[in-house]
């Protein structure tokens, strides 16, 4: 079959701004004719290489219009998820006893089906969480990145089996790192395809076998995933899938036949994670990434009009629904006047609207829940006397009226303390304040709980390197014009959180990643 996208070039979170006509005019073409083809379908559970009908079938609808059923998944029930976990556990042995060369052979194999399929996978991103063309792209180009990297860590690492020194006495040495045994893999709404697969993959390369829970409207995505684990040539019961709710997230959790849990999501629900995880007779892993209250500081010696760049198309892409958003930002009083002039001309001309039509920048929140938290956020900084310099309002119009749009937000001088600074809200808000001290602007943002990623736009390398040594994040940037806070790629940046946004101390993306799904293990030998 002939690639649609064959000699056009990849999308990356970085080069948006490139010539994407040609990409483009694929979606025009094709769009249309994958939604009429794959909405509206009824999609079962997967469990031990079987369809798993048990729990209740609901429908789903596209934050795009909810007019647009995409199709219906079932809540897992609780029985459901016993036999999840139990194909798992029986699919264990086998999958840990596999030579890890095999294990990397297969997982490459789902890369190749991804990137096979990379169109259709990108067309059910976009009517799914309602991303622009490029974000959707962006994140299956990713997925298969992640996979490739991760491979290649493993395949450096020798499967992370090597002989120690000898001891006293001749005895020898021998370490290596093994599976848990069974992971649940908790996937959010933003990125069903690159989270769900990179914490997936993590996983299944360490030798563990898997349940996924993905987000209750992933309709188009979950099934897929499924089919690409299945091509990859994975023994039954290995990789599992089973949908539904929060309660179905929690269930699957909580069950005494998970070794550990893999999540990405709020930091509410990733501490209630980690307790729960150590109140048995021992402690389980959490691998766990919990959102960011991610700041930028534009210096009196940035280049203006790439923070204005940065820090917009950071804090509104995907509708500020990254938890490497930027929601915050400090800028020099000096340069205060001129940056507010480039920053709410760059947010006036971002389109709003329907993300299956080409010049949209952003689509729609995910539902009324998030339009509500914005609404009310706004509501309460105008309260408490902070200016709104752009948006702060819904857009209803009759093309837009079945979906949740909400206009790009800039609110100026809000208290240090009030939400709209410290409340990770997930929408399109950004909060300005002026500094003249970079370092006392530093110290405010390191207030947080949260530390997940950070930016700074300076031509002077002194302050640049203050914000390095200072900020407490994980995932730095420095003069981005392509996101002052977002934009990590597998193998070039790490994503880490430090504090609230973490569990580990160790990100995705990264050399450390697959490690932490596997415990070490020292046998000695006598002489």
Same mark, same amino acid.
């Given at each position: 079959?002939?690639?649609?996208?064959?000699?056009?070039?990849?999308?990356?979170?970085?080069?948006?701004? =490139?010539?994407?006509?040609?990409?483009?005019?694929?979606?025009?073409?094709?769009?249309?004719?994958?939604?009429?083809?794959?909405?509206?379908?009824?999609?079962?559970?997967?469990?031990?290489?079987? &369809?798993?009908?048990?729990?209740?079938?609901?429908? !789903?609808?596209?934050? +795009?219009?909810? /007019?647009?059923?995409?199709?219906?998944?079932?809540?897992?029930?609780? &029985? &459901?998820?016993? /036999?999840?976990?139990?194909?798992?556990?029986?699919?264990?042995?086998?999958? /840990?006893?596999?030579?890890?060369?095999?294990?990397?052979?297969?997982?490459?194999?789902?890369?190749? @089906?991804?990137?096979?399929?990379?169109?259709?996978?990108?067309?059910? @991103?976009?009517?799914?969480?309602?991303? @622009?063309?490029?974000?959707?792209?962006?994140?299956?180009?990713?997925?298969?990145?992640? +996979?490739?990297?991760?491979?290649?860590?493993?395949?450096?690492?020798?499967?992370?089996?090597?002989?120690?020194?000898?001891?006293?006495?001749?005895?020898?040495?021998?370490?290596?790192?093994?599976?848990?045994?069974?992971?649940?893999? +908790?996937?959010?709404?933003?990125?069903?395809?690159?989270?769900?697969?990179?914490?997936?993959?993590?996983?299944?390369?360490?030798?563990? =076998? !898997?349940?996924?829970?993905?987000?209750?409207?992933?309709?188009? =995505?979950?099934? &897929?995933?499924?089919?690409?684990?299945?091509?990859?040539?994975?023994?039954?019961?290995?990789?599992?899938? !089973?949908?539904?709710?929060?309660?179905?997230?929690?269930?699957?959790?909580?069950?005494?036949?998970?070794?550990?849990?893999a999540f990405t999501g709020s930091h509410e629900v990733g501490m209630q994670l980690m307790r729960a995880a150590v109140a048995g007779r021992f402690a389980k892993p959490v691998l766990a990434e919990l959102g960011g209250k991610n700041a930028a500081f534009v210096t009196a010696s940035a280049d203006l009009d790439a923070a204005a760049s940065g820090v917009a198309r950071s804090a509104f892409g995907l509708s500020g629904q990254k938890c490497s958003s930027c929601s915050k930002v400090y800028v020099h009083r000096d340069v205060r006047d001129a940056f507010v002039e480039r920053m709410l001309g760059l947010a006036s001309r971002l389109v709003v609207g329907d993300p299956r039509a080409a010049g949209t920048f952003t689509g729609p929140v995910i539902g009324e829940a998030s339009a509500r938290r914005f609404e009310a956020a706004v509501r309460a900084a105008r309260d408490a006397g902070a200016a709104v310099l752009a948006g702060g309002m819904r857009l209803g119009d009759d093309a837009r009226a079945h979906g949740a749009y909400l206009s790009p937000t800039v609110v100026a001088d809000a208290a240090p303390e009030h939400e709209v600074n410290r409340r990770e809200l997930f929408v399109p808000l950004l909060s300005m304040q002026s500094f003249d001290s970079l370092a006392a602007a530093i110290d405010d943002a390191n207030r947080s709980a949260l530390g997940l990623s950070a930016g700074v736009y300076a031509r002077d390398a002194a302050e640049v390197a203050l914000f390095d040594d200072r900020i407490e994040a994980g995932v730095l940037y420095a003069n981005r014009p392509s996101g002052a806070t977002t934009g990590a790629w597998p193998g070039f940046q790490t994503f880490c959180g430090w504090k609230g946004s973490g569990a580990t101390g160790k990100g995705g993306l990264g050399p450390f990643y697959v490690q932490q799904f596997m415990r070490e293990q020292c046998r000695t030998s006598a002489a």
């Open positions: 079959m002939t690639d649609p996208l064959a000699g056009l070039p990849r999308v990356t979170y970085a080069n948006a701004a =490139s010539d994407f006509s040609a990409l483009h005019a694929v979606f025009d073409r094709e769009l249309p004719a994958f939604a009429a083809r794959e909405t509206g379908r009824d999609a079962a559970n997967h469990v031990g290489g079987d &369809a798993d009908p048990g729990g209740e079938r609901y429908a !789903v609808a596209s934050p +795009i219009d909810a /007019r647009l059923t995409l199709g219906t998944l079932v809540a897992a029930d609780a &029985a &459901a998820v016993d /036999r999840a976990v139990a194909a798992a556990r029986a699919a264990a042995p086998v999958w /840990r006893a596999t030579p890890w060369q095999d294990r990397v052979a297969a997982l490459r194999r789902a890369a190749a @089906s991804i990137r096979r399929d990379r169109l259709a996978l990108a067309m059910a @991103s976009l009517l799914e969480v309602g991303k @622009s063309r490029l974000e959707a792209m962006g994140e299956v180009e990713e997925s298969i990145d992640l +996979i490739e990297y991760y491979c290649d860590q493993v395949e450096a690492a020798q499967g992370w089996d090597r002989d120690l020194a000898a001891g006293p006495g001749g005895e020898r040495g021998h370490d290596r790192l093994r599976p848990y045994g069974t992971f649940a893999v +908790i996937a959010p709404f933003n990125y069903p395809i690159a989270l769900a697969v990179g914490m997936t993959t993590g996983a299944l390369l360490g030798g563990n =076998s !898997v349940v996924l829970k993905p987000a209750p409207g992933a309709a188009l =995505s979950a099934p &897929a995933l499924a089919r690409v684990f299945e091509e990859a040539g994975l023994p039954a019961g290995v990789f599992n899938l !089973v949908c539904g709710d929060r309660d179905t997230g929690a269930r699957l959790a909580a069950h005494e036949g998970i070794d550990g849990v």
